[in-house]
């Protein structure tokens, strides 16, 4: 999505448990990916308020010309906006300890794929229009977000785990959700315990 010649940096927090018990081994990574998520109910609201007032301000004519339609929504298209944030997803995932390298980059290119919006590092006008249109395309709650990295990793990684929290612009507080279930008594700790993730 970036224009050519334009780069920037995001950083992606990491962390590795390994647990040694006995003569077993287990291995987990888990890392944190940014993106951005537009909420499905405020977009709907949003596009309702949009069509009153359109109907409203035509009611008295008949027909319309494509321009006129065209010209009244450029003035008047941000009648009401959907609330989006930036958000946290956790991933979680097993690493067998025979592993000799991991893919890293493999797990976020997946979940940044799965979301479909992650944050840009450097944008111009034409990425951010491209990022507002993935942005309309892909409304999302939380748990939307959590069932479609749980599809995404789960066909791929063995013991997900994801926590998605949704830094609301709307409301005072965070949303959370999360999919998959920890392993119990593996005795590493759990990056999702404090709403932490995996910094």
């Known amino acids: 999505m970036h224009s050519e010649g334009l780069a920037g940096w995001k950083a992606y927090p990491l962390r590795i448990d390994a647990v040694l018990r006995g003569a077993s081994v287990r291995v987990q990574v888990a890392v944190d990916v940014l993106y951005s998520s537009t909420c499905p109910c405020s977009a709907a609201l949003a596009r309702q308020l949009l069509s009153a007032a359109f109907l409203q301000q035509h009611a008295a004519q008949p027909s319309l010309q494509r321009e006129a339609v065209a010209a009244w929504l450029l003035q008047h298209g941000s009648h009401a906006t959907a609330h989006s944030q930036r958000s946290i997803a956790t991933?979680?995932?097993?690493?067998?300890?025979?592993?000799?390298?991991?893919?890293l980059g493999g797990l976020i290119d997946l979940a940044e794929q799965a979301l479909a919006t992650p944050v840009q590092a450097a944008v111009r006008r034409a990425?951010?229009?491209?990022?507002?249109?993935?942005?309309g395309a892909n409304l999302m709650y939380v748990e939307d977000a959590a069932r479609r990295l749980q599809q995404a990793l789960g066909a791929r990684y063995q013991g997900v785990r994801v926590q998605v929290r949704h830094l609301e612009s709307l409301h005072p507080h965070d949303a959370v959700a999360e999919a998959g279930a920890p392993e119990c008594g593996s005795g590493a700790p759990d990056p999702f315990a404090a709403g932490e993730g995996a910094r």
Do not use: G, I, K, W
Not at 96 to 102: D, Q
Not at 127 to 135: G, I, K
């Open 91 to 103: 991933l979680q995932v097993a690493v067998s300890p025979r592993a000799v390298r991991f893919d």
């Open 127 to 135: 990425d951010e229009q491209a990022f507002a249109r993935l942005n």
